[in-house]
């Protein structure tokens, strides 16, 4: 057939993000892409409008100020990090740069969508693996590991459970991979952790060639509009992902917004405050209306319905929705009797919980 794109390419279903609007709700609250319930810092916004005085010149190709930034916030060799247009396209990137046709991709079985796009689009096979209780499974990753693994996806914390992987797994599974093997740690939700192991994701990075982290500012750091996140890389990984990757992958405003958001400690404390004390309460206030919520460490909730007639997740998000709240349904996660909540503004978590209330209420 003329113009075929490459095998595995019509198998993927195009991403679809939360939604951000419901027919005939004026001004719905969204709570359905964990982004930063206090949005930026000043500072990112000060730095953002000042730099869009910039805009009829390129910017900078390698994202030279912010991998600065970077470097200088956690220590590390600012030629280590490429930066990118949001941490999805340095996931992609990577599969681009190291699969082969027929290479096989690990993940969890509820993981980010994008790591099974970015295997089908190079014609590699997504290989989706069990996992326990919503959480994976280092075991079972390893069982699936075969000669033709070239890339394992780890989302820790995990996007949609909201659990962790404590690092010794990390560094068990990583002991397990051969060294063609490259273990991606997406660290998007990182700053939210509130674990003196974490930082051991990094030391591994630094140590071992087949490691790499991939981090955002469009979480915490409440930059998901700008499109900006980095990844911390071997100098040889660097030097793969920078021959493939757009000349100007990252606009100067997304530059120097995540170079200033970096700067803002009392802004990134509030924010982790504000997430700690929500996060708490809704959860317990959730699991007091009889439904399941799995411990989260990062900022949204992965809520478990009953699925009897009437307490369907489905049936939930209708109500939500009309409510004015929107969330976002797990369908496409494998996990169709949850709903994912954001942990949003207080206001908005307030009246979260109280039309959650009614729903629940409901005969
Ligand atoms: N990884 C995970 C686990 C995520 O949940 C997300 C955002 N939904 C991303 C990566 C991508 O984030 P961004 O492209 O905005 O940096």
Redesign the pocket.
Same mark, same amino acid.
């Given at each position: 057939m003329a113009f075929a794109p490459k095998p595995g390419v019509l198998e993927i279903a195009p991403y679809v993000g939360g939604r951000a609007s419901v027919p005939g709700v004026v001004a719905p609250i969204k709570l359905s892409?964990?982004e930063g319930a206090l949005g930026p810092s000043p500072k990112a916004l000060a730095a953002y409008t000042a730099a869009t005085c910039d805009v009829s010149i390129y910017p900078e190709g390698s994202a030279q100020i912010l991998r600065e930034a970077v470097g200088a916030a956690y220590g590390l060799d600012p030629a280590r990090i490429v930066c990118g247009n %949001?941490?999805?396209e340095l996931?992609t990137l990577i599969a681009n740069a190291y699969l082969r046709p027929g290479d096989e991709v690990l993940f969890g079985e509820h993981s980010?969508l994008?790591y099974k796009i970015a295997a089908l689009a190079n014609s590699g096979v997504p290989v989706s693996v069990k996992e326990k209780d919503r959480r994976v499974d280092v075991d079972a990753m390893l069982a699936a590991v075969t000669p033709k693994t070239k890339l394992v996806y780890l989302?820790n914390p995990a996007?949609p459970t909201g659990t962790y992987l404590p690092f010794d797994e990390v560094k068990r599974l990583h002991a397990g991979l051969s060294p063609d093997t490259l273990l991606v740690l997406?660290a998007?939700y990182a700053e939210f952790v509130r674990r003196n192991d974490y930082d051991a994701g990094i030391a591994l990075c630094l140590k071992h060639d087949n490691v790499v982290m991939t981090r955002?500012f469009?979480k915490v750091y409440g930059l998901?509009g700008l499109?900006v %996140?980095w990844a911390l890389v071997s100098p040889a990984v660097a030097d793969v992902l920078n021959r493939i990757r757009m000349p100007f992958n990252v606009s100067i405003p997304a530059q120097r917004a995540g170079a200033a958001a970096m700067s803002d400690h009392d802004h990134l404390q509030a924010a982790l405050d504000h997430n700690t004390l929500w996060r708490d309460r809704l959860t317990a206030a959730i699991r007091g209306l009889g439904l399941a919520v799995d411990d989260s460490v990062t900022n949204f909730l992965l809520i478990r319905f009953p699925g009897t007639p009437g307490k369907t997740a489905a049936e939930a998000d209708r109500y939500l929705c009309e409510h004015g709240l929107i969330l976002r349904g797990m369908a496409a996660y494998g996990l169709p009797e949850s709903l994912r909540l954001t942990i949003g503004p207080a206001d908005a978590c307030e009246k979260f919980l109280q039309v959650l209330t009614a729903f629940m209420a409901r005969p």
């Open positions: 892409s964990n %949001g941490s999805d996931l980010f994008v989302a996007n997406d998007a955002t469009s998901a499109r %996140g």
